[in-house]
């Protein structure tokens, strides 16, 4: 067969891959063969004093507590209280391995654009140990609203109840949730249990 043939045998469908792929090679030519439009730089140095002790003072994060919102990048965050219970949702709900720590929350959109939230965005911090919000129970602890992917658009807000699955009788006295503002967790805050 000839190659004329062969390629018209291929359809539309390889001529598309053949593009696809062709394209591909061209986009990462490009980067690694890019122009390099610096040019040398020629460094001297001269003598400097050394200077005196510098302290560098990292800012410190906020910490707020029940009852007091936490700003992070735009999205308030208020902790209201805190219960306990061994079941959420009743007798079709949902039962803890332990006891489930119960924290009714508020979350203010002051964004120019809608967030999602989701329980999972908020994790219980006791004295080192990192406790992950119980999706499954989040769904029953919350009759009206849910903590699953809701989203909430610029100036609403969304209160709800995240449930922690954690050891009974758990001493909280030093306790703090970490919120955060999207999945990646790059924008995060803590809020005091006291």
């Known amino acids: 067969?000839?190659?004329?043939?062969?390629?018209?045998?291929?359809g539309c469908g390889g001529l598309i891959a053949v593009i696809a792929i062709l394209i591909g090679i061209f986009i990462?030519?490009?980067?690694?063969?890019?122009?390099?439009?610096?040019?040398?730089?020629?460094?001297?140095?001269?003598?400097?004093?050394?200077?005196?002790?510098?302290?560098?003072?990292?800012?410190?994060?906020?910490?707020?507590?029940?009852?007091s919102p936490l700003d992070v990048e735009g999205v308030i965050f208020t902790i209201?209280?805190?219960?306990?219970?061994?079941?959420?949702?009743?007798e079709f709900g949902e039962n803890a391995k332990g006891e489930y720590?119960?924290?009714?929350?508020?979350?203010?959109?002051?964004?120019?654009?809608?967030?999602?939230?989701?329980?999972?965005f908020f994790k219980l911090l006791i004295d080192g140990v990192e406790y992950k919000a119980d999706g499954g129970a989040a769904i029953y602890a919350n009759q009206d609203t849910s903590f699953f992917l809701e989203?909430?658009?610029?100036?609403?807000?969304?209160?709800?109840?995240?449930?922690?699955?954690?050891?009974?009788?758990?001493?909280?006295?030093?306790?703090?949730?970490?919120?955060?503002?999207?999945f990646f967790g790059t924008e995060t805050g803590l809020i005091n249990l006291q």
């Not at 063969?33 to 005196?52: K, R």
């Open 80 to 90: 209201n209280s805190t219960s306990t219970a061994t079941n959420v949702g009743g």
């Open 151 to 182: 989203s909430v658009n610029p100036g609403l807000s969304l209160t709800g109840s995240v449930p922690f699955d954690a050891p009974p009788g758990l001493d909280i006295s030093n306790a703090q949730v970490q919120v955060q503002t999207g």
């Open 1 to 10: 067969m000839n190659k004329v043939l062969k390629f018209s045998l291929m």
């Open 28 to 67: 990462i030519l490009a980067v690694f063969l890019g122009s390099d439009d610096t040019e040398p730089v020629s460094i001297t140095q001269t003598p400097q004093e050394e200077p005196e002790d510098e302290v560098l003072v990292e800012p410190e994060e906020e910490i707020t507590g029940i009852g």
């Open 101 to 120: 720590l119960i924290i009714d929350v508020t979350v203010e959109n002051n964004r120019n654009e809608s967030i999602s939230v989701d329980s999972s």
